[in-house]
């Protein structure tokens, strides 16, 4: 059983697109977060949401939104993509009182 | 302004010797230091942590240390085994607060075999 899982793993699409990536976690785990690794490999955290509640948001433009349905799910929607956005995504999520998070596979986005 | 940095971008030991890896950050208010370990195509796993009340952590053949005067902490393996080969990452982390990690930029380990 995958902890933290993503869909989709790749996801190739035009500039100018709009997308989503789901993240799920059956962890029973309050929080969640979203990471970008850029093509210099630096991860760095975009969101969390702490039982649907937004904790963290960086400076991130805001094309991305996420979305937390349920402390289970945290969803990253994606406007009007650009060259830039070309990355991969990980979604992790960490128990209440834990300090270690748990990541999913990433998400490889390539914006054409 | 990067907090958290690992100036060595790849590492090559010899099976069986010590695996020594780096990082440094600049924040004093970071409490909470962990390495992760990714493969390609998959998500970092979690490796070993430690919090900035102990300088030494163990667990089998994974030893962390931290130095909190120099703002320095270290990864050793030993001995080192070419399933060990991936990049590693050290993140730092205040446990008040968000637990927003910082991470380095990763060292990628390669094991001789």
């Known amino acids: 059983d995958t902890a933290v899982s993503q869909t989709p793993k790749y996801l190739v699409t035009q500039m100018g697109n709009d997308k989503s990536i789901k993240c799920e976690q059956n962890l029973g785990h309050d929080t969640m977060y979203w990471y970008k690794q850029d093509s210099k490999k630096f991860l760095k955290i975009m969101f969390s949401?702490?039982?649907?509640?937004?904790?963290i948001n960086e400076t991130v433009p805001n094309r991305f939104s996420p979305k937390s349905p349920d402390k289970a799910h945290l969803n990253l929607h994606i406007n009007s993509l650009e060259l830039g956005d070309s990355a991969v995504y990980f979604c992790a999520s960490r128990k209440g009182g834990g300090n270690e998070q748990f990541f999913g596979p990433g998400t490889r986005l390539t914006v054409l | 302004d990067q907090q958290v940095k690992q100036n060595s971008p790849s590492l090559s030991v010899q099976e069986g010797r010590i695996s020594i890896l780096n990082c440094d950050y600049t924040?004093?208010?970071?409490?909470?230091f962990l390495w992760y370990k990714k493969y390609p195509a998959e998500g970092p796993t979690f490796l070993i942590s430690i919090s900035s009340i102990k300088d030494k952590n163990e667990d089998g053949r994974f030893t962390v240390f931290l130095n909190k005067s120099a703002k320095h902490l270290s990864l050793h393996i030993v001995p080192s085994q070419p399933g060990d080969s991936a990049v590693y990452f050290c993140?730092?982390?205040?446990?008040?607060?968000?637990?927003?990690?910082?991470f380095g930029t990763g060292t990628r380990l390669k094991v001789l075999a």
């Open positions: 924040n004093s208010m970071f409490d909470y």
């Open positions: 949401y702490n039982n649907k509640e937004l904790i």
């Open positions: 993140a730092a982390s205040t446990t008040s607060g968000t637990y927003k990690y910082i």
